[in-house]
C-alpha cells in the first residue's frame, strides 16, 4: 500500500470509530490531537456558509493559495468545481468518498488523492466537511 493511501485509510478509520453507530460524527467528536498525524493535510470545509474554515499547510498547492477563511466563490474555479462536486457528493450519499483531483501549477502536474468525510451537528445533516488531501504524483505537465 503506497504510504498516501495508507494515511488516507487510517484517516477513515478513525471517522468510523468516532462515528460508531451514528449515521454520521460530529465535529466536536474529533480532539486536534486526535488529528494530529493529518493535520498539515487537512481542510475542514463549512457547508451552510460554504467556508473553507482550516486549511492545513500542505494544501495550498492543492488550494493555490492559503484558503482558511475562503468562500468557494473566491477560489480558482477549477479547484472550486472540485470541492463543490465532492459536497454534493457527500451531501446526498452521507459517506466517505475517494477522491483524485488533479491540476497543473507552475509547469508541474500535480495529483492529489483525497478522502472526503461528512461531519454533522445533529448526526444527520451534513454540516461540515473534513478533507485529506496528499500529494501522490508531481510530474512535469510537458510528459
Known amino acids: 500500500m503506497h504510504r498516501t493511501d495508507q494515511k488516507l485509510s487510517e484517516l477513515k478509520v478513525l471517522w468510523n470509530r468516532k462515528r460508531g453507530n451514528l449515521p454520521i460524527p460530529s465535529r466536536a467528536q474529533f480532539a486536534t490531537q486526535d488529528l494530529q498525524p493529518w493535520l498539515g493535510n ?54 466517505p468518498d475517494d477522491c483524485e483531483y488533479t491540476c497543473i501549477l507552475d509547469g508541474y502536474h500535480l495529483r492529489f488523492q483525497e478522502l ?28
Not at 116 to 143: C, F, K, N
Open 42 to 95: 487537512l481542510a475542514l470545509i463549512h457547508i451552510p456558509t460554504c467556508t473553507i474554515r482550516l486549511c492545513g499547510t500542505n494544501l495550498m498547492s492543492r488550494f493555490g493559495r492559503d484558503a482558511t477563511g475562503c468562500n468557494f466563490a473566491a477560489l480558482d474555479e477549477p479547484v472550486a468545481a472540485s470541492v463543490i462536486s465532492y459536497v454534493g457528493r457527500a451531501l446526498s450519499t452521507k459517506l
Open 116 to 143: 472526503v468525510l461528512p461531519l454533522s451537528d445533529d448526526t444527520i445533516d451534513v454540516t461540515m466537511i473534513l478533507l485529506g488531501s496528499y500529494l501522490a504524483e508531481t510530474r512535469p505537465a510537458w510528459q
